[in-house]
Structure formats: structure tokens, C-alpha cells
Nanobody, 124 residues
Framework: QVQLVESGGGLVQAGGSLRLSCAAS????????MAWFRQAPGKEHEFLAR????????YYADPVKGRFTISRDNSKNTVYLQMNSLKPEDTAVYYC?????????????????WGQGTQVTVSS
């Protein structure tokens, strides 16, 4: 069992930065891939980034490549999403998710544990 709690969302102006955190409970965090998704009103979950359980492999979706960075600290059972150069179209609820595989995937269906989400709003 893995429980995930996101934090760090908020209101920021375009061009600004935010750092999201996702704290996990459970003994298996360090052996599971982690990812960040987001969901804007009326849209499906959108994959953003994933990181392998050792942290040695990452993958980003094109809309956030070069602006967002995913990282993890297994000693703290936490995964992070550093978001820079934010745009109004980044406004959404952001979720972290856990996948039992080594590196994860962009497919929302492979993730079996999800956090409750944190709202990010970017004003123009």
C-alpha cells in the first residue's frame, strides 16, 4: 500500500516557478517508479514526467521538456517537480502517481496509486 500527498501548488504569475512535492508512505516507495500528471478542467489526465525508482532515468512530455524537472529523494520518500517558466496553459490540478515497474510509462493506466492533487494556477 502506498499513500501519496502532494503539496506546493498555488497561484503564480506567468514566467514564475513552483516546486511541487509528493510525500509517500509505505515501504515500497524506493522500488517504484513515480510520475507527475495534470488535469485541466474538462480534459483527460496529461502525463508530464516520470522517474525510475533509482532516479537514474527520467522522461518528459514535450509540453514541459526543458521547463520542468522531476527528481526524487528515496531517503525522504519524496518526489519533486520543479516547474520553471510557467505559462497560463500550465494551469491544472497536478497529481503524483506510483507505478510498480522500474521506470514507469506515460500511460495513466499503469499507475496504481495516486495522490489527491494540488492546484496550480498561472496568471497572465
Amino acid at each position: 500500500q502506498v499513500q501519496l500527498v502532494e503539496s506546493g501548488g498555488g497561484l503564480v504569475q506567468a514566467g514564475g516557478s513552483l516546486r511541487l512535492s509528493c510525500a509517500a508512505s509505505g515501504r515500497t516507495f524506493s522500488t517504484r517508479a513515480m510520475a507527475w500528471f495534470r488535469q485541466a478542467p474538462g480534459k483527460e489526465h496529461e502525463f508530464l514526467a516520470r522517474i525510475s525508482w533509482r532516479g537514474d532515468s527520467t522522461y518528459y512530455a514535450d509540453p514541459v521538456k526543458g521547463r520542468f524537472t522531476i527528481s526524487r529523494d528515496n531517503s525522504k520518500n519524496t518526489v519533486y517537480l520543479q516547474m520553471n517558466s510557467l505559462k497560463p496553459e500550465d494551469t491544472a490540478v497536478y497529481y503524483c502517481a506510483s507505478d510498480p515497474s522500474y521506470s514507469g510509462s506515460p500511460n495513466v493506466r499503469t499507475y496504481d496509486y495516486w495522490g489527491q492533487g494540488t492546484q496550480v494556477t498561472v496568471s497572465s
